[in-house]
T-cell receptor, first 112, second 114 residues
Framework: AQSVSQHNHHVILSEAASLELGCNYS??????LFWYVQYPGQHLQLLLK??????LVKGIKGFEAEFIKSKFSFNLRKPSVQWSDTAEYFC??????????FGTGTRLQVFP | EAGVVQSPRYKIIEKKQPVAFWCNPI?????LYWYLQNLGQGPELLIR????????DSQLPKDRFSAERLKGVDSTLKIQPAELGDSAVYLC????????????FGQGTRLTVV
């Protein structure tokens, strides 16, 4: 069965600090990978996605993620966070079906 | 373009009462999902529709939960009777059919059972 692990439950950073959120999945076949963001009071929005091709994926608002197949990982990065990046971040995966499985989420707080 | 629309946004009911949530997906999206999100957790799939057919309802507690998507567009999720543990956010999402697609989410309905 597919599963997703996000090891950082709560991350606190100052503005301009670099960010890396971990995401590991368990599934032996071909996967599609996603990072979603949920700003306070708003709905889940797609940050970036990986289907195939270049394992380094660039998304909106300066975020990027790298798919490392050998490590079953899809970590999210941003070189310099802003206060407006305060949100909850969810990694998600689907394997050979359209069933989208989410991790438990990482709450990011950025202080000015 | 309108996104996924859900109503109501908030609902407070007493336990043992019925409750229903409505979802209107993005036009042209054949796949519709209902997810449950508990506080501090990621969304968990309850049911997935391809057009009007429920293709994955393995996580839907069928003793009290039901869902329908009669014309393959709007969908309703019902709980009867509601229990205290059903308090959560119920999310609807939609996508085009197929694997290499992304799901778009609605604002969700926050249910509080008292």
């Amino acid at each position: 069965a597919q599963s997703v692990s996000q090891h950082n439950h709560h991350v606190i950073l100052s503005e301009a600090a670099s960010l890396e959120l971990g995401c590991n999945y368990s599934y032996g076949g071909t996967v599609n990978l996603f990072w979603y963001v949920q700003y306070p009071g708003q709905h889940l929005q797609l940050l970036l996605k990986y289907f195939s091709g270049d394992p380094l994926v660039k998304g909106i608002k300066g975020f990027e993620a790298e798919f490392i197949k050998s490590k079953f990982s899809f970590n999210l990065r941003k070189p310099s966070v802003q206060w407006s990046d305060t949100a909850e971040y969810f990694c998600a995966v689907n394997g050979n079906t359209d069933k989208l499985i989410f991790g438990t989420g990482t709450r990011l707080q950025v202080f000015p | 373009e309108a996104g996924v629309v859900q109503s109501p946004r908030y609902k407070i009911i007493e336990k043992k009462q019925p409750v229903a949530f409505w979802c209107n997906p993005i036009s042209g999206h054949n796949t519709l999902y209902w997810y449950l999100q508990n506080l501090g957790q990621g969304p968990e799939l309850l049911i997935r529709y391809e057009n009007e057919e429920a293709v994955d309802d393995s996580q839907l507690p069928k003793d009290r939960f039901s869902a329908e998507r009669l014309k393959g567009v709007d969908s309703t999720l019902k709980i009867q009777p509601a229990e205290l543990g059903d308090s959560a956010v119920y999310l609807c999402a939609s996508s085009f059919t197929g694997k290499n697609t992304e799901a778009f989410f609605g604002q969700g309905t926050r249910l509080t059972v008292v």
